[in-house]
Structures are given as C-alpha cells and as structure tokens.
C-alpha cells in the first residue's frame, strides 16, 4: 500500500462532511484532475472496539468498491476511485448526485400520486434488472427511500451499495435489516432477488400512503388510501408477500405489470413494444404470478378510470380554492438549488460540520445504527431556498405533460 503522504490526498480538496453513519462517514469534495468536478468520498469508520467488527467492515467496504467497480448503469451511483492507507483507513470515492432522496421528498412534499409513484416503480425495477442480471446475480439488500435520489432530471439513482452482495444459493449473508423494508429470510441472513422486490413494494407503499412500511407485515396501501387503483394495491401487497414464492418472480415482470397499470391511469398511453421484446422465455410460473397480480383489478379498472377523471376535475376545482399543491416543477427547482457546494468551497472540512437532524428525526435500523444520510443530509442543504420556490406561478399545465417534461426518462412516449 501507498505511504499517507500520497499525491491520493492533494487530488482531492475535501469541503465538508455530509454525513455519517454506521459504516463510515461521508464528505463532499472536489477533484482537481477533473476540473474541480464535485465527488463525494466515503470513510470507513475506524472507531470499532471489536477486532471482528472491524475486520467484518473493512470486508464489507472492500466488496462496496468491488462491486460498484463492474456496474455501469445510469440508475447506480458511479465509482472511480478507492485507496487505503498503511494505518488502516480505507476510502471510496463516487459521483455527487444532485438532486434529493425519496424520502426527503416524501417529508417535504407528501405522498406521490399513483402515476408518479409508477413512474418511479419502472425506474427501480430497470436499475433491479440491470443488478438481478449479472453474473453472479448482485442483490442490493437495502432498497428504501432514504436510499434512492431524484435527480432534477428524474432519474432514480441507486447510491448506497454497503450491504450488497453477490448471490450464491448455498451461501449465508451478515444479517443486515432494515425494519419495515426487509423480508423475513434477510433475518434469517439468507437473501435472494426477490428479497429486493419486498424492498420494492415496502418502498412503493411509503411513496404512494406516506406511511412507513410495518416490519414483517405485508404492505396494503388501500388500507391508508382507499381509492387507491385495485391492480396497484394487489401488485404492492403481492410484492410483500411473507413467502418468496409468493411474490413476482422477477423485476422485469414487476415492470411490466407497473406498465399495465400506468395504462390503465392512462388509457392513451401506448406501451413501448420493447417492454415486451426484451425477453420471450417467461416461465408458466412468472406467467401465472403475472396474471394473478393483473387479473385481481381488472373487474374494477373501467369503474377506476371514470373516476380517475372525476378525481382529476375535483383536484382543478379544489387548485382554484386553495394553494396549489407542490408540482414536480417545484421539485425539479427544489433539487436544482443545492447550495452546499458554493458554500462550502472557501472552508476547510475542520471548520464545516455537516447539518444533523434534529434528535426526534433520527432514524435507526433494527441493529440500532443510525441511518446513513449523506445525500439527503445534502438536499437538505438546499433549504435555504425553500422560500425561492414557492414563488414559482402555478403551472397550468395538464398534470400529464408537466409529469412528462419532468419524469421524461421513466417512462417513454
């Protein structure tokens, strides 16, 4: 290994911390090769009392940086750099991602609409598939919204990879869980790819009720919102199913069926035929789980479009009656104005702590730790200008073309 005192650490100009974590602690930097290009470096944490516990972290930090070396996706955070030092201090360095997390647009905005939430479902699914395909299958095994950034293009960006893994059948997983997102078998340190599609419905659920998903309970959204579109509410509650075999058998099914579903919201829309190309060897099983999850909701789909249309004239008259309700062009504006590059650049790490939630804020995972919020600890950076975008005149758009212009990479016209 390279001594301390390494040209590794003049590259980059370290500009404050972002955010810490279980595993280690994030900071915002800017490399010099690059022309100052914002990065983020991530710092294992070397505060571990047990020999074991720390020898299990370095393992775990290292398969991170292995892992996210051979991805190459859009919808992942995108490596190029890690080091490590004589003392035993190991380091990775990714993309910044502007933009906000899920679950900060959730607390800052409410719930997602069905189509938006849908919209965004085909995006994780496509970033699944991308995971599920490779050679091994990779499982990400923390899929949740603190998870999962929106870009100010709408793009979904997978950014934290700590707890992947390759999937070997015969092989038991560290048991890592976080409540109300993980199945039953990841407790029992055995994950598989339909493990992150529970993730995927716990995390749908959250989108669309606002309510946090309840550990090891199956996700109904209808229970919280019971106009919710009956194949969407199936679909969530089928993807949550206790057992494995009970749930989809892939993401690319999970896409498709989402796909129906935005249809039904939007009889107009044609689906892209290459959903539908992409692959023909589909089992009787995942035919058969398939047309369970569509079959439940078809009864009542012509009702749910009529009153998609006189939910749409309610929501017009109640917009000329009261405040309009956040747009996704307020959200776009919202991810746009991250200030803690500007203000960061003339300071040192020393003399720039980053921002903390409040006590009552702090979320923890089952195993106690605390939730690693480095990019949403950024977007939250961003609410010195909270006040700019109410400012914005109301769109008049149709809900459809500003979710398009805004949305426009999840799904294609």
Same mark, same amino acid.
């Given at each position: 290994? +390279?001594?301390?005192?390494?040209?590794?650490?003049?590259?980059?100009?370290?500009?404050?911390?972002?955010? =810490?974590?279980?595993?280690?602690?994030?900071? &915002? /930097?800017?490399?010099?090769?690059?022309?100052? #290009?914002?990065?983020?470096?991530?710092?294992?944490?070397?505060?571990?009392?047990?020999?074991?516990?720390?020898?299990?972290?370095?393992?775990?930090?290292?398969?991170?940086? %292995?892992?996210?070396?051979?991805?190459?996706?859009?919808?992942?955070?995108? $490596?190029?750099?890690?080091?490590? =030092?004589?003392?035993?201090?190991?380091? &990775?360095?990714?993309?910044?991602?502007?933009?906000?997390?899920?679950?900060?647009?959730?607390?800052?905005?409410?719930?997602?609409?069905?189509?938006?939430?849908?919209?965004?479902?085909?995006?994780?699914?496509?970033?699944?598939?991308?995971?599920?395909?490779?050679?091994?299958?990779?499982?990400?095994?923390?899929?949740?919204?603190?998870?999962?950034?929106? =870009?100010? !293009?709408?793009?979904?960006?997978?950014?934290?990879?700590?707890?992947?893994?390759?999937?070997?059948?015969?092989?038991?997983?560290?048991?890592?869980? +976080?409540?109300?997102?993980? *199945?039953?078998?990841?407790? $029992?340190?055995?994950?598989?790819?339909?493990?992150?599609?529970? /993730?995927?419905? /716990?995390?749908?659920?959250?989108?669309?009720?606002?309510?946090?998903?309840?550990?090891?309970?199956?996700?109904? *959204?209808?229970?919280? #919102?019971?106009?919710?579109?009956?194949?969407?509410?199936?679909?969530?509650? @089928?993807?949550?199913?206790?057992?494995?075999?009970?749930?989809?058998?892939? /993401?690319?099914?999970?896409?498709?069926?989402?796909?129906?579903?935005?249809?039904?919201?939007? *009889? !107009?829309?044609?689906?892209?035929?290459?959903?539908?190309?992409?692959?023909?060897?589909?089992?009787?099983?995942?035919?058969?789980?398939? %047309?369970?999850?569509?079959?439940?909701?078809?009864?009542?789909?012509?009702?749910?479009?009529?009153?998609?249309?006189? #939910?749409?004239?309610?929501?017009?008259? @109640?917009?000329?009656? @009261?405040?309009?309700?956040?747009?996704?062009?307020?959200?776009?504006?919202?991810?746009?104005?991250?200030?803690?590059?500007?203000?960061?650049?003339? %300071?040192?790490?020393?003399?720039?702590?980053?921002?903390?939630?409040?006590?009552?804020?702090?979320?923890?995972?089952?195993?106690?730790?605390? +939730?690693?919020?480095?990019?949403?600890?950024?977007?939250?950076?961003?609410?010195?200008?909270?006040?700019?975008?109410?400012?914005?005149?109301?769109? #008049?758009?149709?809900?459809?073309?500003?979710?398009?212009?805004?949305?426009?990479?999840?799904?294609?016209?």
């Amino acid at each position: 290994m +390279t001594s301390a005192v390494d040209p590794w650490f003049k590259r980059y100009r370290w500009l404050q911390m972002l955010g =810490t974590g279980g595993m280690g602690v994030i900071y &915002l /930097a800017e490399d010099s090769v690059e022309d100052n #290009k914002p990065c983020v470096i991530k710092q294992l944490n070397s505060k571990y009392s047990d020999p074991d516990e720390m020898a299990e972290a370095v393992r775990l930090f290292k398969r991170e940086a %292995q892992l996210l070396s051979q991805l190459n996706h859009p919808g992942v955070v995108h $490596f190029f750099d890690h080091y490590s =030092t004589e003392d035993g201090k190991y380091y &990775l360095v990714m993309d910044y991602v502007r933009g906000s997390s899920l679950e900060s647009v959730i607390n800052d905005f409410g719930p997602f609409d069905e189509d938006d939430a849908v919209k965004v479902g085909i995006q994780i699914c496509e970033v699944l598939e991308y995971l599920h395909e490779q050679d091994p299958p990779i499982i990400y095994r923390d899929l949740k919204p603190s998870n999962l950034m929106l =870009t100010p !293009e709408g793009q979904i960006v997978f950014i934290d990879f700590g707890i992947a893994r390759t999937f070997m059948p015969k092989e038991s997983a560290t048991r890592v869980v +976080t409540a109300g997102y993980s *199945p039953p078998e990841q407790y $029992f340190g055995k994950p598989e790819t339909r493990s992150d599609l529970y /993730a995927l419905g /716990a995390t749908l659920g959250h989108l669309i009720t606002g309510a946090r998903p309840k550990p090891l309970t199956a996700t109904i *959204p209808s229970q919280n #919102k019971p106009d919710i579109l009956p194949n969407l509410d199936e679909l969530v509650k @089928a993807l949550t199913s206790h057992s494995p075999e009970d749930r989809p058998a892939t /993401a690319r099914h999970v896409r498709h069926a989402l796909y129906r579903i935005y249809q039904e919201l939007h *009889p !107009e829309f044609e689906i892209p035929d290459e959903v539908f190309t992409q692959r023909s060897n589909t089992t009787k099983e995942e035919q058969y789980i398939s %047309q369970k999850i569509m079959k439940s909701g078809m009864a009542a789909a012509a009702s749910a479009l009529r009153q998609d249309e006189e #939910k749409e004239e309610k929501r017009r008259r @109640a917009s000329e009656e @009261a405040p309009p309700k956040a747009s996704f062009e307020r959200l776009r504006s919202y991810g746009t104005r991250d200030g803690a590059i500007s203000s960061a650049r003339n %300071q040192k790490v020393g003399a720039v702590s980053g921002r903390q939630p409040p006590p009552d804020k702090q979320r923890t995972t089952s195993t106690g730790e605390r +939730t690693v919020r480095g990019r949403e600890t950024m977007a939250e950076a961003a609410s010195q200008m909270r006040s700019v975008r109410d400012l914005k005149p109301h769109d #008049k758009r149709n809900p459809l073309e500003k979710i398009f212009d805004w949305l426009g990479g999840i799904v294609r016209r």
